[in-house]
């Protein structure tokens, strides 16, 4: 029995409804990759008003590793219902927040004293990684890279690299953010070869500092150790330890923004391990609070006590009811060995993907780190011209026939995988013949699947 069951046209009736009261009421601003209005989930699967089921390889963006609603943290959620849902952390403390602390402090890289803050959000996390990191170092400046994505609030947006959808219309930004290419070796801003290139996009960073800012200057370089948005693009290995060794030198900190990379996504806590980096702060959020809003900034003792009483907070920061719905997800991914479970998930989408590769002109790249996995879309294989027309015909394909995908990159031409790791083997090859038929449709060297073929097979 196959997972994806459709009965209706997709949208059906009560979504198409549905969506008319939404455009009524709600700002054209935030976008829906799938139109389809949710009834229920779990494990891999929403079920929508219409009655179909859909498998999902977006996760809410990445907030479901631990898959929709398990179990363990539904019933830590009802069991915290039962003593309180608000204090306000900065009122009335409480053990959640700081049992979530400590088992971040221990997760997070670095055998050296940590402390962590909570928040609501990524971008309030990377916001709060920039205040401390300025108090502690009463440096201005931070360095960014292009293609990286980290919020969507002034300050972040000022950080954020693509500028449609993201930052057009909304300037001024805050100042003193300065930007250097990335490790984005499929399109190396130097026109250079890996590994030829000796790293020429990390010793940058020095460059940097004689061309466009003094080091003096620099609190913080702030890195996704795998581009989220900017389309999972992965550095060589050798790159992170070589721009924190530059950071080091020049008493810059770095900040390593794990809210899309990290908790297990990339078969590690967070994906800046596998560089064996230990970064002065780590932010994270999305999957961390197991479907609850939930998000943090973890770093050395010293650095985050830098903030003076009063300076960091918020009044729903490391709410009650996030704070027992986080400490029961990373249970399950440790109980349920779910790094493990990425790192096979990861292995079984390349193998696909690698064919797809040889089969399909249109599929220039295949990365990924773990579960955290892409293909990149271009014209051909040698002009490597992005191919954003037909990253969208495929996604509304996938739509179409019942997989939830989203896209990615700055030319949004990369389809990305965030499956919830509880995905079954079944499910996941399920979705990947969903994919693979997308491609074949792209280029047209297959005839589209009837839609319904999934309903009773
Ligand atoms: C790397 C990274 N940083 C920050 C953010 C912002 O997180 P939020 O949408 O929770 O504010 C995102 C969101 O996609 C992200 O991927």
């Not at 009122?91 to 890289?109: D, R, S």
């Not at 402390?115 to 108090?135: P, Q």
Request: glycine content about 10%.
């Amino acid at each position: 029995m196959k997972t994806i069951q459709l009965r209706t046209e997709i949208p059906g009736p009560k979504s198409r409804a549905l969506m008319q009261r939404r455009e009524a009421a709600i700002p054209r601003g935030p976008y829906h990759a799938t139109p389809v209005f949710a009834a229920r989930s779990a494990g891999a699967v929403i079920e929508d008003v219409d009655g179909n089921h859909f498998l999902d390889f977006a996760g809410g963006i990445g907030c479901l590793n631990t898959g929709h609603r398990p179990p363990e943290v539904d019933s830590a959620i009802r069991a915290q219902l039962e003593k309180y849902l608000h204090l306000c952390f900065s009122v009335t403390p409480y053990e959640g927040y700081v049992a979530v602390a400590e088992k971040l402090n221990a997760l997070a890289p670095g055998k050296f004293a940590k402390k962590t803050l909570l928040v609501n959000s990524g971008a309030e996390a990377v916001e709060n990684a920039v205040k401390i990191a300025r108090a502690y170092s009463k440096r201005p400046a931070i360095i960014v890279f292009n293609d990286a994505f980290h919020g969507r609030t002034m300050m972040t947006l000022a950080l954020t690299s693509k500028t449609h959808p993201y930052k057009a219309g909304f300037e001024p930004f805050p100042g003193d953010v300065y930007r250097l290419p990335y490790a984005y070796c499929y399109r190396c801003s130097y026109g250079l070869t890996y590994p030829s290139c000796k790293l020429a996009c990390a010793t940058a960073l020095e460059d940097a500092f004689k061309r466009v800012v003094a080091p003096e200057s620099v609190a913080a370089v702030i890195a996704e150790p795998v581009l989220g948005e900017g389309g999972f693009v992965v550095p060589p290995k050798e790159y992170y330890p070589l721009i924190s060794e530059i950071c080091r030198k020049h008493g810059i900190l770095f900040i390593a923004d794990e809210v899309q990379s990290g908790i297990a996504r990339t078969g590690k806590y967070f994906a800046i391990e596998h560089y064996g980096v230990e970064p002065d702060l780590i932010t994270s959020a999305k999957s961390l609070g197991g479907g609850l809003p939930l998000a943090a900034v973890t770093g050395r003792a010293e650095i985050m006590d830098a903030s003076g009483v009063g300076g960091l907070g918020g009044t729903f920061g490391g709410n009650p009811l996030a704070c027992a719905s986080a400490l029961a997800a990373l249970d399950i991914i440790e109980k349920d060995g779910l790094l493990v479970r990425s790192t096979h998930l990861g292995r079984a989408f390349e193998s696909r993907a690698k064919a797809w590769q040889r089969q399909f002109a249109i599929v220039g790249d295949v990365r990924g780190m773990g579960g955290m996995c892409a293909i990149e879309l271009v014209k051909d294989h040698s002009s490597r011209e992005p191919h954003p027309e037909a990253t969208k015909k495929i996604a509304q394909y996938c739509y179409e026939h019942g997989l939830i995908t989203i896209t990615a990159g700055t030319y949004g031409n990369v389809m990305r995988i965030l499956v919830p790791l509880v995905v079954s083997d079944a499910q996941f090859e399920e979705g990947l013949d969903v994919l693979e038929a997308a491609l074949g449709n792209a280029c047209g060297t297959t005839a589209p699947q009837p839609r319904f073929a999934t309903s009773n097979s």
